[in-house]
């Protein structure tokens, strides 16, 4: 009978299949778990009867003494198995724990092979098709594909998908799994979007440092044994670094040298890039927070609290403080809100007029008055209205000629779903009218 002492049985067979390389490569160890079905089929095994010997795994798994050993390997490195008195078996821990409840939830492990593994593990947040793509490294048809499989499995709202809230086994294993392939790579990620990465690693990535790593640039000390990337690589502007600080941060000692990063800086920062990078990036709470600690540290907290100076009433102070790019008004904003019942039909009125303005960032407002609404718990009731005004204003001027959806798509930081949807609405109430041309374009 084979053992796990018989290792140098299986390490020759498995280079002798290395013989026809002139020079062959050094075991790498695995920086993230990929099932193929062999494991499943020894996890399955192991997950039946507590250990097996690798002569009982090889008849019964119909597999070769190669992929035997392979997968052996690979499911050691993550501590799933481990070998005792010459036998294979589950290691003692919370993935051999979560593995137990799926099988007895009659989860098929068949579900976790190849890229589904990786799709599953990000559905653990909602995510559109494009995020998943771009988390995962496989194409959206491919997505498509995996979530039409996973469909049992899966929630769907308003184009985005996650994981059924009630899989709390399979929630588990995937969260294990995803922390531990993280740190034996050494590589964290913090957030991610179609477009991009934040990463937080102790390897060399192909990004563009950021967060605390650009502290030094700024006047700010700081030394990690961490690098903080951006990928992919691109220019990235003070403001984006800023918030990628605030989104990397951990401890009140990070986020003390992020306020002291922001104070040192922040002449040098556009506010409403910042407001539309704090949504985006989900710190709005982190970040007005800091403008609240700045105005106390310089005692202008209490004195408003006590006196609040109004110009002419508080509807014209909130819209002039909203539409304002000094520090810290957005948080009096919050104040007036919190504190007066505001007549928004006359605000709506006025800030449709500030979009006469060419140079009126519409888009930046309609995130601050999104921050604030999320912020305070108070709804805006115009927000939607005044969003909808915004955008079909803005579509219009861009329509004097016929242009496609991708044309338009580049002008607007906007999804393509939404954007569609609006275009559709605008043809529907005879704004605009759509060419039959190949692609279709649209016009006034």
Avoid at 407 to 413: A, D, G, R, V, Y
Wanted: aromatic share 10%.
């Amino acid at each position: 009978m084979e053992s796990l002492s018989d290792w140098s049985i299986l390490k020759e067979a498995v280079e002798k299949r290395r013989e026809r390389d002139e020079k062959p490569k050094e075991y790498e160890k695995p920086k993230s778990l990929i099932l193929n079905n062999t494991d499943v089929l020894i996890l399955q095994r192991l997950l039946v009867k507590g250990g097996k010997s690798l002569k009982e795994l090889r008849e019964e798994t119909q597999r070769s003494r190669v992929s035997i050993y392979l997968s052996i390997r690979k499911l050691k490195e993550f501590s799933l198995v481990g070998g005792e008195n010459n036998t294979v078996k589950l290691k003692e821990n919370d993935i051999a724990d979560y593995l137990h409840h799926l099988l007895h939830e009659d989860f098929s492990l068949e579900s976790i092979v190849g890229e589904r593994l990786l799709v599953l593990q990000s559905l653990l947040d909602w995510r559109s098709i494009d995020q998943i793509a771009v988390e995962c490294h496989i194409s959206p048809p491919s997505v498509y594909k995996y979530l039409k499989e996973l469909r049992p499995l899966v929630d769907q709202k308003h184009g985005l998908f996650r994981l059924k809230e009630g899989r709390w086994s399979l929630i588990g294993f995937l969260k294990t799994i995803k922390d531990l392939s993280e740190s034996m790579s050494k590589t964290f990620q913090v957030w991610s979007s179609p477009e991009g990465k934040l990463l937080k690693t102790k390897n060399s990535v192909n990004g563009s440092l950021t967060a605390f790593s650009r502290f030094n640039e700024f006047d700010v000390d700081y030394s990690s044994e961490f690098s903080y990337y951006y990928v992919p690589p691109k220019e990235l502007m003070i403001e984006e670094i800023f918030i990628h600080s605030l989104k990397c941060a951990e401890g009140e000692e990070m986020l003390s040298k992020v306020c002291e990063f922001y104070v040192k800086n922040d002449h040098r920062m556009d506010l409403f890039s910042v407001d539309e990078l704090a949504l985006h990036f989900d710190v709005v709470d982190p970040w007005l927070n800091i403008q609240s600690q700045i105005m106390e540290s310089v005692g202008e907290s209490k004195s408003r609290e006590e006196k609040t100076t109004y110009y002419y009433s508080p509807e014209n102070t909130f819209l002039s403080k909203s539409l304002s790019s000094e520090p810290c008004v957005i948080v009096d904003c919050e104040k007036i809100l919190k504190e007066e019942k505001l007549c928004w039909d006359m605000l709506f009125l006025e800030y449709v007029k500030q979009q006469r303005d060419p140079n009126f960032r519409w888009q930046a407002l309609i995130g601050r008055l999104r921050i604030l609404e999320k912020r305070s718990g108070i709804r805006i009731p115009i927000l939607k209205k005044l969003s909808k005004a915004y955008i079909e204003n803005a579509l219009l001027k861009e329509m004097r000629e016929p242009k496609t959806v991708s044309q338009l798509k580049n002008e607007f930081s906007i999804s393509e779903y939404h954007l569609r949807n609006t275009l559709g609405r605008m043809v529907d109430d005879g704004l605009i009218r759509k060419i039959g041309t190949k692609p279709i374009k649209f016009t006034r």
